[in-house]
Every structure is written in structure tokens, then in C-alpha cells.
């Protein structure tokens, strides 16, 4: 998987996914918007992956959108007439959103390693992943409303199922940087590290644990998350009564049973 502004590895189910703009602080670009949701599409849909790792290169994990690319959209957005503008651009809208969304929509677990600034898109990027890990120092900011917009690709609506909905307003209400240390203090990132390199190797460890589990157990598991997020209890409960009425009697199953009662290691096919 040959990228412009990602560089992507596969070693052992982990997949390391690193923005790779660090000149620009990670800043996301128009190819960097094309490549993202090209990138997690095809992560879901490889075998040998299994858990992925979403990190930043140089001091910065992503600074948002390149304020240059983001000064350009009335270009995007020609037209004589006023409402096929306003068409184009929800159309432009709408396109963003989609490369965050497939973050959330990867099959496999998707990992936040944060160092120095998570800004704006990048904050929406978070919100979209399945856990998120950080250096106390690194620094989370809801930008939007100080560049006088309202964020628009997935803050407002992920962020608040994550972290309690006062809080979650005070960021997106001030854009006040909160630090990796406080992040951890009320949830956002399940932990925060005294060094990248701490960060790095917990990460890790966590992504080959979950990589050494049933691939079609952890694929289910994150399906049922997230319907459940979005439904009732009863209608999450009569889904993964089906999902287990076709998936339960797995050879994942019987290698599993068949491994504790020996004590072994399972080891699952892709």
C-alpha cells in the first residue's frame, strides 16, 4: 500500500498507519483526504490485518486540515448559481466526512497513538477510532470555532459518546487545549504516557493481544459496539442473537475450547 501522505506496514495482524506530512505537522491535505478513507477500506478488507495502529510522524499527530487546502474550496465550489454552489459544497462536505467515517467502518480495531498536537480533523479522527492512547503531554484541541465555523466531520457527534457532555461543550465551546494527562483523567484516552516511546510499546502490545484473538470474534465485537451505540438495548440484543445464530459454531470456537482445555495458544487463521 503506496501512499503520498501515509505510510502504512503490516507485521504479525498489526497494521502501523502513519500520517506522514511531518513538515506540515500532519496537516491533512487534498491527497491526504483521497488516500485516508482508501487506506482503511483496504485494511478491512485484508485478511492478514487485524488490529491497526493510526500514529503521526515527526512532533505533531495531525494538525487538522491544511489550512491551505481548506482556503481553496471556493475554487471547489464554482457555479453561477447560488443553490448548485451550496449543492457542491455539502457534495465537498459530505466527501470529508466519508474519509473519517471508513476509519469508524474498518472491520478491525483501530488503535490513536497521540503525540504532540490532535487538532480539529484530528480530534474528529480520534472520536472515529476504537481506543486511543497518548503522551501527557500531547495536547487535544477543538479548533473550529476559533477559525469561526462549526465543526462539521464527526466531533460533535462521536465526541460526546465518549466523554461526558459537559466537558465534551467546554472543548468544542472554547477550543481549549486539554492535555494528554487530563484527556486520561476523563476518558478520552485510556491512557496517557510520560514518553512517545512508553506510548509506542504499550500500543503495541495492546494491538498483538488483540491481533492473537479470533479474527472473527473481534470483527463481530466491534460491529456489535457500534450498532449497539446507535440502538436499543433490545434491537443490540436481537442483533447478535442472529450474528452468533451464523457465526458462533466457528473453527475459531473449537480451537479455542480445544486450546484451553489443553492450555495452549490458539492460533487462528486469518
Known amino acids: 500500500m503506496n501512499f503520498e501522505s501515509l505510510s502504512v506496514s503490516l507485521d504479525r495482524g498489526v497494521a502501523t498507519v502513519e500520517f506522514s506530512r511531518p513538515e506540515k505537522a500532519n496537516a491533512l491535505d487534498g491527497t491526504s483526504w483521497k488516500e485516508l478513507p482508501v487506506c482503511f477500506r483496504e485494511l478491512s478488507r485484508n485478511p492478514a490485518c487485524r488490529v491497526v495502529v493510526l500514529s503521526g510522524q515527526g512532533k505533531h499527530f495531525c494538525a487538522g486540515i491544511d489550512l491551505g487546502y481548506l482556503m481553496g474550496v471556493g475554487q471547489i465550489t464554482q457555479n453561477d448559481c447560488e443553490g448548485r454552489r451550496r449543492e457542491d459544497m455539502r457534495e465537498f462536505i459530505l466527501d470529508l466526512q466519508i474519509a473519517i467515517n471508513e476509519i469508524e467502518k474498518c472491520k478491525k480495531p483501530v488503535i490513536a497513538a497521540v503525540h504532540g498536537g490532535c487538532i480539529g480533523a484530528g480530534v474528529d479522527i480520534i472520536s472515529a477510532c476504537d481506543m486511543r492512547f ?7 484541541q477543538v479548533k473550529e470555532i ?9 466531533t460533535l457527534q462521536r465526541l460526546p459518546r465518549i466523554i461526558a457532555d459537559g466537558i465534551a461543550r467546554e472543548m468544542c465551546y472554547t477550543a481549549r487545549k486539554v492535555s494528554g494527562r487530563e ?12 514518553s512517545r516511546e512508553e506510548m509506542m510499546e ?10 492473537s484473538k479470533s479474527p472473527l470474534s473481534i470483527r463481530g465485537t466491534k460491529e456489535m459496539l457500534l450498532y449497539t451505540r446507535d440502538h436499543s438495548i433490545e434491537d443490540g440484543l436481537n442483533y447478535i ?3 452468533n445464530a451464523a457465526m458462533l459454531l466457528s ?13 495452549q495458544t490458539p492460533e487462528f487463521k486469518d
Open 134 to 140: 497518548s503522551v501527557e503531554d500531547a495536547y487535544f
Open 146 to 154: 476559533d477559525i469561526g465555523m462549526v465543526a462539521d466531520l464527526g
Open 183 to 194: 484527556a486520561a483523567g476523563f476518558g478520552l484516552v485510556n491512557k496517557a504516557f510520560a
Open 202 to 211: 504499550e500500543v503495541i502490545a495492546v494491538a498483538a493481544n488483540i491481533a
Open 241 to 243: 442473537a442472529t450474528w
Open 251 to 263: 473453527e475459531d470456537l473449537a480451537k479455542a475450547m480445544q486450546a484451553a482445555m489443553t492450555r
